[in-house]
């Protein structure tokens, strides 16, 4: 992947880890899909990090140490939310606004979802399908992250914070623009 490294922001009302730094990538493949990695580096070990498991959907998996990527088409308040778990586990879900949820939509493809964790670095690539994604060619991102400590803390990160508390799907979070070549 040849994207510029983007840092994320931890919120200021959920301080993390010391040294900990996030950072993220996402392009637009030829093909139409999107490319995203995640880079969490510094004390991972202080991290709650799930087991690599098989990559199945699931509910919920923001709750815990989570990568995810929010995607409109450009000037439209419709959006997907895509959660990545370093479990391998992901979830895909609709939203017609700002937080009003098209339980009737249901992925028909999953996203390809890779794994590395070293001393001090995890890194999560992951490639959602085309097919997933909303009608473009020109899209805003939200990137993010929710890191949990051992103690069951949670920090939020994110390209962008909007407000006095953490919000993934607020539109002024959707701040990375990207198109089809």
């Known amino acids: 992947m040849t994207a510029t490294n983007l840092l994320l922001i931890a919120h200021r009302t959920t301080p993390p880890p010391d040294g900990l730094s996030i950072s993220a990538q996402a392009r637009i493949a ?3 899909d999107l490319e995203l990695r995640f880079d969490l580096a510094g004390p991972v070990e202080m991290l709650r990090i799930p087991p690599l498991g098989n990559p199945v959907a699931a509910d919920g998996l ?12 450009q000037a439209s308040s419709a959006y997907r939310e895509f959660n990545l778990s370093p479990s391998r586990q992901w979830a895909a879900y609709d939203f017609a606004d700002y937080r ?5 939509w249901q992925a028909t493809d999953a996203p ?19 097919s997933l994604l909303p009608p473009g060619p020109r899209w805003q991102f939200g990137l993010s992250v929710v ?5 069951g803390d949670l920090s939020y990160w994110a ?7 953490p919000d993934f799907h607020h539109p002024a ?9």
Do not use: K, M, Y
């Not at 009003?100 to 009737?104: D, K, S």
């Not at 390209?159 to 508390?165: K, P, Q, T, V």
């Open 147 to 151: 890191a949990e400590s051992l103690a």
């Open 159 to 165: 390209l962008a914070h909007a407000g006095d508390r």
């Open 112 to 130: 390809a979802i890779e794994v590395a964790l070293e001393h001090r670095r995890l890194q999560l690539s992951a490639r959602i399908p085309a």
């Open 30 to 32: 030829p093909d139409g």
């Open 62 to 73: 923001w709750q815990h140490t989570c990568c995810e990527a929010f995607v409109r088409e």
């Open 173 to 181: 979070s959707f701040v990375l623009e990207l198109s089809r070549s």
């Open 100 to 104: 009003q949820r098209n339980h009737a």
